[in-house]
């Protein structure tokens, strides 16, 4: 863990309240959830803060605009942030906002400290002004001779201001940049902060003339100037714990600063990394232990924006797949500190190969031969073979990683460690083989197979409470743990938490396997009533399913016995199950899709489907179903098909037969 190792504090930026918040906000805010969840649940004293920067001239604009008070605009725009988190189960200590007295008149005394410490002063400031990015820009910074960050005009404005001596402190920064060769994350984004320092820091602008911007906290010397946002708004993360500079220290303050993460996206960094510790240094103060810079979400490859209508509003991702799965996408999804894109078929994928095909059939396999065979009760663990040691091995290790990697806010590994445990699960069932122990009645090494893969379900479910705390709570029900607060992670990483004895409740399934994508969002992306600001048009969104064929006219229903077969006709074909190992796209035809299929014989057969505008093919592996195994071989495209597997639907194809039970590979179907 990055702090002392009894607390934690971690904060999120405050978010601009002229934005309604979206994907990006619900991101950094996601993230610094689960990490304090985590931390809470190990009994640590744990600070989450986050909250919104409601100065500055573009929330001024907007309240105009209205014909409203900058005020009540700010009072109205801080809504769907609170809204937002409600819906996503972020869990904070404390929610911010810079027009709270708490925070003004802290940052008041902050500039007359710095002021009567020699660190403020006065002169003229000129150069091309943004509005919209709210900062001067130098010539040389101009595109086509607009602001660089949001492509709109630039106004040149000379004016006197109050500077705050940043440059004085440069020096102190490199030193605290090299000997803490952690305090910015990951290493790509020290490195560009070591590249910022390479030159010469000037003095940073932090006022502006209340004459032309008044929506700030005013120079408590002087009321002709208000703060600029960014001087006012990073001082958000102390001024919340109570600081102040003239004493006495606050509870909260002495407990939690340092703080252990900041979390802030990669475009805020240089504010974060460069103005934010010079401030503390001015003060007196050290900066936090770890700045985490994550990356950009695009959408469909394009940059998310309100001019291209690509907004992702996670209100609609809550109320479509559940704010659980959408929490773990985000995390699963991108290792944070990496740029991503985002689509409904990614998430789509990753819900069904990790959550409903892996963790999912996990569960539900352990638990139905449970009830089938063993009455669902959890047995004994017997005596442990080497394959049981490996699986024990393999637990305590995923946990262990888990943790250092969630705790170093390197999600997307503590995942892949995890689901190498549960991928080990499954393969585990299909190595023991519990229908043959049942079948040769050795129900004691039956009950221990089955139990050692209900105590990893037991283990992920545990692990997973912070990620995804609904989820997580409903696998534990299934195993009959249940608890309104989250179930404590000691004993982890022992495969043996469960009682012996205990009987499993009757459920159902966790992780239903998501056959197409919402209604409501392949509507948006067909473009069908693409409702206002719910999400991306269907081409910003996610390509462009093409248009269902117009549907043909089925024969007419045989009437004539002719066209009804006999029994002997109907015997000639062979199906039996299979169970798909492999699935790729066919290398020369866009339509199928190539599957390596165990069908209970020495070699796996190659089965050509044309499926692949139905199906991702890696979220059919681990499926069973039905293979006509009797069929003559045929090349489809060059590749030869030994089979073929039964679908629902015509020429459309809307799902794959299977069976309801675990069965061995190579069972006929009658
Ligand atoms: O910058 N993907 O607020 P903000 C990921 N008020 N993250 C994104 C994103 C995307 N597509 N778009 C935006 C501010 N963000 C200041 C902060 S802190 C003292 C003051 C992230 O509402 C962005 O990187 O414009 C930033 O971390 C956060 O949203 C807030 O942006």
């Keep these: 863990m990055a702090g002392s190792a009894d607390r934690y504090y971690v904060t999120t930026p405050i978010y601009y309240v002229n934005d309604k918040p979206h994907l990006g906000h619900a991101y950094t805010t996601v993230a610094a959830d689960v990490v304090s969840r985590w931390h809470r649940m190990n ?36 809504q769907p942030y609170q809204r937002l988190w409600q819906a996503l189960g972020i869990r904070y200590d404390d929610f911010i906002r810079t027009t709270e007295p708490r925070h003004e008149r802290v940052v008041q005394a902050v500039l007359q400290k710095l002021k009567d410490q020699g660190d403020l002063y006065e002169d003229v400031y000129e150069g091309w002004y943004s509005t919209s ?99 006012d708004a990073l001082l958000n993360y102390i001024t919340a714990l109570g600081y102040h500079p003239d004493g006495p220290t606050s509870e909260l303050f002495a407990k939690y600063w340092p703080a252990d993460h900041q979390l802030v996206g990669k475009d805020i960094l240089t504010t974060h990394s460069v103005y934010w510790s010079t401030m503390l240094f001015a003060l007196g103060l050290t900066p936090a232990r770890c700045l985490y810079a994550h990356g950009w979400w695009t959408v469909e490859g394009q940059k998310m924006s309100k001019s291209l209508g690509n907004v992702v509003d996670p209100h609609l991702l809550i109320d479509e797949y559940g704010v659980d799965t959408f929490r773990y996408h985000l995390l699963r999804e991108i290792s944070f500190g990496s740029d ?59 946990a262990g990683t888990y943790t250092a990697e969630l705790e170093a806010l390197h999600f997307d590994r503590a995942f892949d460690a995890l689901w190498e445990l549960i991928g080990a699960g499954n393969k585990y069932i299909d190595t023991q083989e519990p229908w043959a122990l049942n079948r040769n009645g050795d129900h004691a090494r039956l009950g221990a197979v089955l139990r050692r893969c209900l105590e990893i379900v037991r283990v992920a479910a545990l692990l997973l409470q912070p990620v995804m705390p609904g989820k997580a709570q409903a696998l534990l029900a299934q195993l009959g743990l249940t608890g309104d607060a989250p179930l404590p992670l000691h004993r982890v990483d022992g495969l043996d938490g469960l009682t012996e004895g205990a009987v499993l409740p009757p459920g159902d399934p966790v992780f239903p396997r998501m056959m197409e994508l919402p209604a409501r969002v392949q509507q948006l992306l067909d473009g069908v009533g693409g409702g206002k600001g719910t999400a991306a048009p269907a081409d910003k969104l996610d390509r462009k399913p093409k248009p269902p064929p117009a ?49 209970g014989e020495e070699t796996p057969r190659t089965i050509v489907a044309g499926i692949a505008s139905r199906f991702e093919p890696e979220t059919l592996i681990g499926q069973t179903v039905i293979v006509v195994a009797n069929l003559k071989p045929a090349k489809l495209r060059g590749v030869e ?20 039970e675990p069965v061995l590979p190579g069972t006929p179907v009658r």
């Design 133 to 231: 990015a709210e900062r001067f820009w130098t010539e040389k910074d101009l595109v086509d001779g607009k602001c660089p960050d949001t492509g709109q005009p630039v106004e040149w404005v000379r004016e006197t201001n109050w500077f705050f001596r940043m440059g004085k402190y440069a020096d102190q920064l490199r030193d605290w940049l090299d000997r803490h060769p952690d305090f910015v994350q990951p290493e790509s984004r020290r490195n560009e902060v070591l590249g910022y320092l390479k030159k010469d820091v000037g003095d940073l602008c932090i006022s502006r003339p209340a004459s032309r911007m008044s929506w700030g906290i005013p120079f408590p010397w002087d009321d002709q100037f208000v703060t600029y946002v960014w001087f």
């Design 43 to 78: 009994g640590r004293s744990v600070h989450f803060l986050t909250g919104v920067d409601e100065h500055g001239q573009k929330v001024l604009q907007a309240a105009d605009k209205k014909g409203i008070s900058p005020q009540q605009h700010v009072d109205e725009m801080v």
């Design 551 to 599: 549907p043909k006219k089925e024969p007419p229903v045989a009437e004539d016995s002719k066209d009804l077969i006999s029994i002997d006709d109907f015997a000639k074909v062979e199906l039996k199950t299979g169970r798909i190992l492999e699935a790729a796209p066919h290398p020369d035809a866009d339509r199928l899709l190539v599957f390596k299929v165990d069908v």
């Design 340 to 398: 991503g894109d985002f689509s409904h078929s990614a998430l789509m994928a990753r819900y069904n190969a990790d959550l409903a095909n892996d963790l999912g059939n996990l569960l539900h396999r352990a638990v139905s031969m449970s009830h089938k065979w063993l009455g669902g009760e959890v047995r004994a663990l017997g005596e442990t073979t080497a394959a049981d040691e490996a699986l024990d091995v393999l637990c305590t290790r995923a």
């Design 641 to 660: 098909s030994q089979g073929m597997m039964l679908a629902a639907g015509g020429k459309q194809v809307k799902g794959l037969c299977t069976v309801t």
